[in-house]
C-alpha cells in the first residue's frame, strides 16, 4: 500500500479540521482523491499507489469521517460546504496550479458541486467521477422521463436507493451500524462484482458509518425537490461499474446534457471500485490527465441530447459504406471517436471526415481484415495512437453466390477469409486488450440472416456467416465474465452496395449480371436502408443481446429456424438456382 510522505491539516471555513495526506512528488500534476460512504481516505490507498510514481496524489478525510473533526449541526453537511473543503484542500496542496479532481460515491456527489460551480470551477483541470452523480442532474433527468410520460427512470432509480430512505428515519440507521445489523449488509453489498478478486480490506471507524447519514439527510430533499441548471466546461469522464449496485447508468449519464467535454465509460466489477478494480480506475484517470496536460483533449461541442457513447472509443471495420458507414456515424452522433476501416482508403477516408462533424474526432485506416498479420500491426496502433477501444464492430465481409458444384476452392478461400477469417483476426487483436484494460466492452459481429436461412443460392456465404454467428456465440461465454459481451447481428434484406459486389460462382458474365440486376430490385424493392439498420444496431450496442435480426425477415426466419426447420429445408430445395 501507498504510504503518505506528508500528513497536514486544512483548516474548513467553519473552522473544521480536515486530515489531508499527500503522496509522490508535489512538482507534478496534482490527483485530488474525494472519499464517499461510509468510507476514509483510506479508500483510495491501492490507487494512490499506482498513481504517485508519476502524480502527486492527495487524499483526504471530508469532514466528519477519519481523522477529520465533525461539524456540531446538521447543517455543516450541506453541499455547498462540502464543495467549499474540496476548493480549500486543492489551494492547499496545488495553489499555483488546477488540480485533476477523482471521486467516489458521495465523493463524487459533492465534487460535482463544485465543478459545476462557475466561481470554482477554474481550480480543476479534469474530474473522474466514481458510482456518484450531480443530485440535480439526476433530478433533471427523472422529471425530463415523466414529463414524456415514462416513470421508469423514478422506479429505476428508487430500485437502486432504497437504502435512502431508510437512512432518513429516526434512530433506526444508528442502531444497524451500532448492532452490526448494517455491517452485515454492507459487506454482503461489497461483495457484489468482486468475484475472483483480491479485496482490500476497508479500514473504517464507527464514526465514519453515524456522522456521514447527514450526508443524506442535510441534502437530498432540497436538491431533489427543487434541482439547479449545473453546467462545468471541465472535461469530465464517468467511470461506472458493470455491477453497480446503488446507481443506474442512465442516472450517471445523465451530465452529458450538462458538460460538453463529457467521457462514460464502463468498469468491469462492482460499486467499490476504488479498492477492487484500482489498477483500472488508476488507468482511466492517467489517460484522462495525459490527455488535457498534452492538450490533446477535443474541443467542447454542445449537443442538443445526451450522448450514450460519450468519450468512448469505436473501431468498425468495413466502414467505406453501407452498414458499417452509417453505423460510424450512428456512433459518432452518439458521442464516440470512430476509427474506419475499409480495404477502400478513400472511403474509409471520406467516412471518418463525415464521421468528424458528427462527433467528437475520427480516424480511418486500410486494411484487408484477411491478412492477420495487417490487423495485429493495425490494432497495436489504435492501441498507441487512441487507446483501447470500448467498441468493435466487425462488420467487414463480401457477397458470394452460386451453386455449391460451381463454387471453386479459391471462391470458398476468399469468402472464408473475409467473412469468417476477418472477423476471427478483429476479435483475436481487440479481445485480450480489451480484457486486459477491464473496463469491459461490446463487440459486435455482423453475420446474416443467411447465417440459419439454408439455400442452393448461397452456400459459401450461409456456410461462413452460420460460422460468424456461432464464433459469436463462444465468445459471449468466454467474455461474459469481464462484461464484455458479444453481439451477432443478423440484418436480413438491407440496400446496400454487397450485391453490386457480389461474384456469382460457377456462371457466366451475362448470368451474373442478370442475377445482380434481380437481386439489386428486390434490395430497393424492401427499401430497408443501412441507416435504419445502424440505428437499430447502435440501440442495442448497451443492452448487448447475444443475437439481433434487424428486418422482419430476418425475425421471421429465425423464429421458423427454431420452431419449424423443416419448412426451411423445404424452401431451399425449391428454391430456383443462379443460372
Known amino acids: 500500500m501507498s504510504t503518505p510522505h506528508d500528513v497536514q491539516h486544512v483548516w474548513t471555513a467553519d473552522g473544521l479540521r480536515l486530515a489531508v495526506y499527500t503522496h509522490g512528488d508535489p512538482a507534478a500534476p496534482t490527483v485530488l482523491c474525494v472519499h464517499g460512504y461510509p468510507d476514509n481516505a483510506s479508500v483510495w490507498d491501492a490507487v494512490a499507489e499506482r498513481l504517485a510514481d508519476r502524480y502527486h496524489v492527495v487524499t483526504y478525510d471530508v469532514r466528519g469521517a477519519g481523522a477529520s473533526t465533525a461539524p456540531r449541526e446538521r447543517s455543516g453537511y450541506r453541499m455547498e460546504r462540502l464543495a467549499d473543503d474540496v476548493v480549500r484542500v486543492a489551494d ?20 460535482w458541486h463544485a465543478v459545476t460551480d462557475e466561481r470554482l470551477a477554474s481550480r480543476f483541470a479534469s474530474y473522474t467521477s466514481i458510482s456518484g452523480p450531480c443530485l440535480d442532474h439526476v433530478a433533471h ?14 422506479l429505476s432509480q428508487s430500485a437502486h436507493s432504497t437504502y435512502i430512505g431508510f437512512f432518513h428515519l429516526p434512530v433506526l440507521p444508528e442502531l444497524s451500524w451500532l448492532t452490526g445489523i448494517g455491517g452485515l449488509v454492507l459487506g454482503a453489498a461489497e461483495r457484489v462484482g468482486e468475484s475472483g478478486r483480491p479485496r482490500v480490506r476497508a479500514r473504517r471507524a464507527m464514526r465514519d458509518f453515524l456522522n456521514g447519514l447527514d450526508l443524506y439527510r442535510a441534502n437530498m430533499r432540497d436538491h431533489l425537490r ?33 458538460v460538453p467535454d463529457f467521457r462514460f465509460h464502463r468498469l468491469n466489477g462492482g460499486h467499490w471500485a476504488p479498492r477492487t478494480r484500482p489498477d483500472v480506475v488508476a488507468l482511466r484517470v492517467g489517460e484522462l490527465i495525459e490527455e488535457v496536460e498534452s492538450g490533446r483533449a477535443p474541443a467542447t461541442r454542445a449537443t442538443p441530447r445526451p450522448r450514450r457513447f460519450a468519450g468512448q472509443l469505436a473501431v468498425v471495420t468495413g466502414a467505406g459504406g453501407g452498414i458499417g458507414r452509417a453505423t460510424a456515424f450512428e456512433l459518432a452522433e ?4 470512430i476509427i474506419a476501416v475499409d480495404i477502400n482508403e478513400e472511403t474509409a477516408a471520406r467516412t471518418a471526415e463525415l464521421a468528424s462533424l458528427l462527433g467528437p474526432g475520427a480516424a480511418s485506416y486500410r486494411l484487408d481484415v484477411a491478412d492477420g498479420a495487417a490487423m495485429d500491426r493495425f490494432a497495436k496502433w489504435v492501441r498507441s495512437e487512441h487507446g483501447v477501444p470500448d467498441i468493435v464492430v466487425n462488420n467487414a465481409g463480401i457477397g458470394i453466390g452460386g451453386s455449391f458444384i460451381g ?6 478461400e476468399r469468402a472464408i477469409d473475409v467473412n ?19 473496463g469491459g466492452g461490446r463487440i459486435v459481429n455482423t453475420a446474416s440472416a443467411a447465417a440459419y436461412l ?13 460460422a460468424v454467428l456461432m464464433l459469436s456465440r463462444c465468445l459471449r461465454g468466454e467474455l461474459a465474465d469481464h462484461d464484455i459481451l458479444v453481439t451477432a447481428v443478423c440484418p436480413g434484406v438491407i440496400n446496400t452496395g454487397i450485391i453490386a459486389a457480389t461474384h456469382f460462382a460457377g456462371t457466366d458474365d451475362c448470368a451474373a449480371t442478370a442475377a445482380r440486376e434481380r437481386l439489386a430490385r428486390l434490395y430497393r424493392m424492401r427499401g430497408y436502408t443501412p441507416e435504419q439498420a445502424a440505428r437499430r444496431i447502435v440501440n442495442a450496442v448497451d443492452r448487448g443481446p447475444e443475437l439481433l435480426p434487424i428486418t ?15 419448412v426451411l429445408r423445404a424452401a431451399a430445395r425449391k428454391a430456383p438456382p443462379i443460372e
Open 334 to 337: 452518439q458521442g464516440a471517436r
Open 92 to 111: 492547499a496542496v496545488s495553489p499555483d496550479r488546477p488540480v485533476h479532481l477523482l471521486a467516489h460515491d458521495w465523493g463524487s456527489l459533492q465534487s
Open 141 to 154: 433527468w427523472i422529471r425530463s422521463g415523466l414529463r414524456a410520460g415514462n416513470p421508469g427512470r423514478l
Open 226 to 258: 427543487s434541482p439547479g441548471r449545473r453546467r462545468t466546461s471541465v472535461p469530465v469522464q464517468v467511470l461506472a461499474p458493470t455491477r453497480e449496485a446503488f446507481m443506474p447508468d442512465g442516472a450517471q449519464t445523465a451530465a452529458a446534457e450538462w
Open 407 to 412: 463454387t471453386t476452392p479459391a471462391d470458398w
Open 420 to 438: 469468417l477469417w476477418g472477423v476471427i483476426h478483429g476479435c483475436r487483436a481487440f479481445a485480450p486488450m480489451m480484457v486486459e484494460n477491464g
Open 454 to 466: 439454408p439455400s442452393r443460392a448461397y452456400p459459401a456465404y450461409a456456410t461462413t456467416k452460420a
Open 552 to 566: 422482419s425477415e430476418a425475425h421471421g426466419g429465425l423464429l421458423l429456424s427454431r420452431l419449424a426447420p423443416g
